[in-house]
């Protein structure tokens, strides 16, 4: 069983910066290709990034390119979610997950890909 945590969440003013983390419960985290999630009230769990068991491939949705960084730290079993120049659209509750992968660069932006996941924080920008 692989329990995901997340934090990091809160409010912040359009513009400003927000740095997620999500520990992660496993034996060996770097098994597992990690992603993040987001949820706005009335929407569907949308994709944000991704990234591969070995860090070395990631891969964002187009809104957050340039803005979101994914990255992890097997040794810490944490991934971490950067996000600047935040914008209102951003507001969400914002889910970890994880799937166990074979393939060390192998990467998913698919919701049924992923077997695990957080309980989520949110991140609320305002304008």
């Known amino acids: 069983q692989v329990q995901l945590v997340e934090s990091g969440g809160g409010l912040v003013q359009a513009g400003g910066s927000l740095r997620l983390s999500c520990a992660a419960s496993?034996?060996?985290?770097?098994?597992?290709?990690m992603g993040w999630f987001r949820q706005a009230p009335g929407k569907e769990r949308e994709f944000v990034a991704t990234?591969?068991?070995?860090?070395?491939?990631?891969y964002y949705t187009d809104s957050v390119k340039g803005r979101f960084t994914i990255s992890r730290d097997n040794a810490k079993n944490t991934v971490y979610l950067q996000m600047n120049s935040l914008k209102p659209e951003d507001t969400a509750v914002y889910y970890c997950?994880?799937?166990?992968?074979?393939?060390?660069?192998?990467?998913?932006?698919?919701?049924?890909?992923?077997?695990?996941w957080g309980q989520g924080t949110q991140v609320t920008v305002s304008s």
């Open positions: 990234i591969a068991r070995s860090g070395s491939r990631t």
């Open positions: 997950a994880a799937t166990m992968y074979s393939n060390s660069n192998s990467y998913s932006s698919s919701r049924d890909a992923y077997r695990y």
């Open positions: 496993v034996r060996t985290f770097s098994n597992y290709c």
